[in-house]
């Protein structure tokens, strides 16, 4: 019955529900947009050596000034310049694999082990998914699995493994 209960803002429990997921689905797709803005303009800064012309030591100090882990700068970039400029893909197809996902390939992409099958796939896949596929470790979280530790006797819930299946 509290799922039909009418909220402050006229609308059921339900009804809220559905709204907020329909926000984080558009904003999730302002975000990946913003993502490969951000890459392009951080390739194009480190590329044309931008960040010398405004008084920067390196490109990782400008990142870092801008509020940006050098890690993730060096994502960004390299998602932009593997898949639209190396690639040709286009700024909707990358969007429809996810930066996420492209994260994913990337290392696959720098080394030229990725073939367009896994693009297709990377579409479908989760990320989990896609990592299996591309022989990477996956961490698993099994709230139902737990360990006892050794000390103390206390039962440990949640226990994390890596499995890497393929590869």
């Known amino acids: 019955m509290s799922e039909l209960m009418k909220s402050d803002q006229g609308m059921t429990r339900v009804e809220q529900a559905q709204d907020n997921f329909i926000q984080i ?9 913003s993502f490969i803005t951000l890459g392009k303009l951080l390739y194009e800064c480190k590329e044309h050596g931008y960040w010398s012309d405004i008084g920067r030591e390196s ?28 690639l040709g893909k286009t ?25 367009e099958e896994f ?13 299996i596929e591309l ?10 699995h737990f360990i006892v530790c050794k000390r103390c006797g206390e039962k440990l819930y949640g226990a994390r493994w890596t499995r890497k299946e393929k590869g």
């Open 25 to 33: 689905q558009a904003l999730v797709i302002i975000t990946e947009k």
């Open 59 to 86: 490109f990782q100090e400008l990142t870092e000034e801008a509020g940006i882990s050098y890690s993730l700068a060096t994502r960004l970039t390299g998602i932009y310049e593997q898949f639209i400029l190396l």
């Open 91 to 115: 700024e909707q197809e990358l969007l429809d694999i996810g930066v996420s996902k492209a994260i994913v390939l990337l290392p696959a992409l720098r080394s030229g082990a990725v073939k």
């Open 119 to 131: 693009m297709e796939q990377a579409r479908e896949l989760t990320v989990r998914d896609l990592k």
């Open 135 to 144: 022989g990477q470790k996956v961490t698993e979280t099994d709230a139902q």
